[in-house]
């Protein structure tokens, strides 16, 4: 983990070195990624994601303070600046109170980034808590994926669907979120009122003995098991309906170079629908990646497109 957790920290250094520029840079937004749709709203199809800011790595409990300390909100509110001027005009997140302040703040100053809020399950009320997400002007909002996969577990996925119910009845696109491949089949087989899917690429919701049962040994942390990648992209392409993919680099696990990065993409755009669009999350404490991540997406798309 101390390995894992040093190279993450570190990669940057190693990375690019012509493209790093801190903040203040200016990328022509007619060279940023293409746009879908999602319900009425045009959002880019590479979208940044919440976790950084919030602290949430998938590592160590080191790496979610480090992000913490380093995303001050002046910082957190510099990436998103740094992502509009890319072309990257939609932020993902969760839906909690210091996200939500740091958002409004942001769009007071001037910020046009559009929003796509994850139900915060530790808040009580849920319905309550969508609408207050959709009058805060989200443009999507979706089920909180882990709290998709606990009930799917215990047999209660139909509480999911009850809550979409509400993000519909809010007037908002409705999603949902989940690491289990099953549960889209799931979903897709009933029929549910939803607009759209947040797709993890691997499955983080099994047991601790069925990740070590899996791995054949011990496990520390959580599994990212590559065969998953697949399984759930494949249900990524037959379904109908947008799908944001993410988990593309296995929170920063294929990430020592700038051409695992580019395999990772290539993956995810070999299945992807044209419809469809990634998150990733950007953390640039040690190197500029905002503009890395659109030239990487750029190219693994626009191979995809001519190949």
């Known amino acids: 983990m101390k390995k894992l957790e040093t190279l993450l920290m570190s990669r940057r ?8 520029g801190g903040a203040g840079y200016a990328a022509p937004q007619s060279a940023a990624l293409p746009n879908v749709k999602l319900g009425s709203h045009t959002i880019s199809r590479l979208i940044v994601g919440g976790n950084p800011v919030s602290g949430n790595s998938h590592v160590s409990y080191e790496l979610d303070r480090a992000m913490r300390e380093y995303f001050s909100a002046a910082k957190a509110k510099e990436l998103l600046s740094n992502c509009e001027r890319a072309g990257i005009n939609t932020w993902q997140s969760r839906g909690d109170r210091h996200i939500t302040r740091l958002l409004q703040e942001y769009w007071l100053e001037g910020g046009r980034i559009q929003w796509i809020g994850q139900t915060a399950p530790e808040l009580a009320d849920t319905p309550r808590h969508i609408r207050e997400l959709a009058g805060l002007g989200a443009v999507g909002i979706y089920h909180h ?3 998709t996969d ?4 215990a047999g209660k996925i139909e509480q999911a669907r009850e809550m979409c119910k509400v993000i519909r009845d809010a007037g908002v696109p409705a999603g949902l979120g989940t690491h289990i491949p099953e549960v889209i089949d799931h979903v897709e087989s009933k029929g549910w009122d939803i607009d759209f899917y947040m797709a993890c690429v691997y499955n983080l919701s099994r047991t601790k003995e069925e990740a070590e049962q899996l791995a054949g040994g011990r496990v520390q942390g959580e599994l990212f098991w590559h065969p998953d ?20 680099y296995g929170a920063g696990r294929h990430c020592s170079s700038p051409q695992q990065m580019l395999e990772s993409l290539r993956l995810v755009f070999r299945y992807a629908k044209p419809t469809d669009a990634i998150v990733i999350g950007i953390y640039p404490r040690e190197q500029e990646q905002v503009r890395e991540n659109c030239r990487l997406a750029m190219q693994a798309l626009n191979e995809e497109r001519s190949g």
């Open 150 to 153: 606990r009930f799917w577990r």
């Open 229 to 248: 990648r697949e399984k759930m992209l494949e249900r990524v392409r037959q379904t109908p309906k947008p799908c944001l993919i993410f988990k593309v």
């Open 13 to 20: 250094n190693a990375l690019l070195a012509a493209t790093a």
């Open 145 to 147: 994926g882990s709290q």
